[in-house]
């Protein structure tokens, strides 16, 4: 009968004595039997795969997705591990698995990607925050205490806060803290002014306006301007509606190809 893995002689109750069972998985070649062995080699340690993806709850993500992530840790570290060296298993998977863990943390979990330097400030400076929670009642830690605390200056600790947001994103249909009529992020956003154009078109034609004639300035003004009907331009200027018609016409076209041709 083939001896399983044993679980005596270890500092943790999820870290089983396989030390036995990795010297026969090196002996063996390819084919059922190692994988078998190498089955119950994972399965034996997926206890303390379990308790190290315990250690991340809490963070955003579900906690079956980390135990799986944790357990893909595990199998890389057992078809790793070299009982040669004379390493206790133990010692090798734990950095395995965790950083398998804050892998799919960095890789996966980031709204916004960030670079990998202002992660490890943000996880500094979330943990210094933590601590210190601990110890200043009825008030958030500064950021020169959270500096003192994590060994950073003032500047990384800002970066670092600014992190800490960008971590998860804020849905734009999402309701803003203490609003009562669903007020949203949406609803803050600016939009286009369509008076831009019109900004731009006045300051297109302008210099075009100060050089034509005296009279015909003023006809435009008057229309354009002072918003006043052609009748009441004629009978101001004395002359014929349809001759203001016709200077209307004219400049505007006029205008309007000297405008064109500059900006072309």
Known sequence: MRNRPSTRHHPHDDAPDTAQAFRRLAALPPGPRRDTLRG?????????????????RNRGENTEDLRQVAALGLVKAVDRYDPDRGNAFESYAV???TGEIKRHFRD????????RRVQELRNRVRLAGQDLSRTVS????????????????????????????????LS???ELPGSEDGYSLSDTLGSADPA???VVDREAVKPRLAALPER???ILYMRFFDDMTQSRIAEQLGISQMHVSRLINRCCGRLREQVLKDAA
Request: charged share 30%; no cysteine.
């Open 108 to 115: 996966h979990m980031w709204t916004l990607h960030v670079p």
């Open 172 to 174: 734009l249909d999402a």
């Open 95 to 97: 950095p395995t698995v």
């Open 196 to 198: 831009l154009d019109t």
């Open 138 to 169: 009825g008030r958030r830690p500064t950021v020169a205490e959270i500096a003192e605390h994590a060994h950073l200056d003032e500047d990384e600790v800002r970066e670092g806060l600014e992190a800490l947001e960008s971590f998860t994103a």
């Open 40 to 56: 119950e080699i994972v399965e034996a340690w997926l206890p303390m795969a379990d308790r190290l993806a315990g250690r991340f």
């Open 216 to 218: 015909e300035r003023a």
